[in-house]
């Protein structure tokens, strides 16, 4: 793990903020405003379980509220601490503000280990802390609206959906109280795959730019490319599986608490993934070599390396032996800012967290306006935009019978064209437009100033100067 001189994860937030800040001219004072965390609720809650009281320690970090409402997960995990919540808000507010999300940074978290819970028990907890959130408005479909985040799921959120509801019974609103909620309990399609399926697009689109790619060293495209994922939880699992599904990329590695598996012509990532839950870890998979100790493979050769656990795995103890010429940062703050000097050093293209996991909060995003505006996406226009399609489609055939030319559209074309979207092909649609545009905006700094020389500097310029902008637009 971390060394004694490795600054704490909000710590090292604040340098990489403090970095890309050095290079902006803002007003006085403004730096300090946006850098600082602005409000971090701390909650000791007893549920009474097995018989005694037992007392539980939550927070709810607020960041920057220069949009309302904020934004951002709440984790269940053990390690869950102030300094913690407080580095996972800001990052909220930069990623928000990068991909365009509407809302301020705020996480929240929960000092448990999940899985020392049954269902039951976990439902009383959920519902206890949402309840001390909710009394403080901090859930409020206006004002702070949660999700998922490590250790928590669809059904955490359906709870505290529910329990924001009891507690709010005249608010219309209230589903949009919180996101990453069950398809059948006012969630979107496509929501548990976005933040694995926000990395895949984050890849293709650095992969559309070969000089960005030669950067990295790297050349052509996804397809053949040597790729370790680091956490198979969902973010881990989905982006594994899109990449080597879809784009033709070698998963040889997969690293998980209880060690990592390792297959140098392509882990099967589908049947690791059914090893995985019903054996609780990747020990014992037939089809691969295991190594008990999984983070050596961090340090592994491959071309692209995936962190999607937790934070400061990649640190000042092992960065200089990380090989990986491109790491995608699908958790938040995988590097310590010591490893992401050490690496940059080194050449590494590093994508950094802010923009790699932003597909989850981006489709929260969708999912909070569906709550808002009480409808699917694509109800309206579906049928009417299948109805236009038919009608040109009739109009050639017809053109082509009248004329004699005798050319047909193949049935492959015609059933993919009359088609109209579904919502789970517009929210994937809306979400690859966001990580398209957001790469955009972070590349033109990155190849547009002499001064950034890298991804995450050119990230947090454009968010900062966002929020900057946003606070001054109020006056502030
Ligand atoms: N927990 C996720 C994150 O870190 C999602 C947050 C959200 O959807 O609000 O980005």
Redesign the pocket.
Known sequence: MAQAKEPSFRQSVDLMFNRAVALMDLPPGLEEKIRVCNATYIVRFGVRLRGRIQTFVGYRSVHSEHMEPV?????YAMGVNQDEVEA?AA??TY??ALVE?P?GG??GGLCLDPRQYDEHELELITRRFAYELAKRALIHPSQN??????GTSEREMAWIADQYSRMNTTDINARACV??KPLHGGGIAG?VE??GRGVQYALREYFRHPEDVARSGLSGTLDGKRVIVQGFGNVGYHAAKFLSEEDGAKIIAIIERDGALVDEEGLDVEAVRNWVSTHGGVSGYPNATHVPEGDKLLEHECDILIPAAVEGVINLGNAARVKAPLIIEAA?GPLTAGADEILREKGTVIIPDMYA?????????F?WVKNLSHIRFGRMQRRQEEARHQLLVDELERLSADSGIGWSLSPGFKQKYLRGADELELVRSGLDDTMRAAYQAMREVWHGRDDVEDLRVAAYLVSIDRVAKSYQAKGL
């Open positions: 934004k951002g997960g709440i984790r996972l990052l909220m990623k928000c999300a809302f705020s996480k609206v949660p999700a998922p985040d490590m996101t990453g929501r976005a933040t938040n996991n932003a597909g989850g909060v981006t489709v929260s995003y999912e």
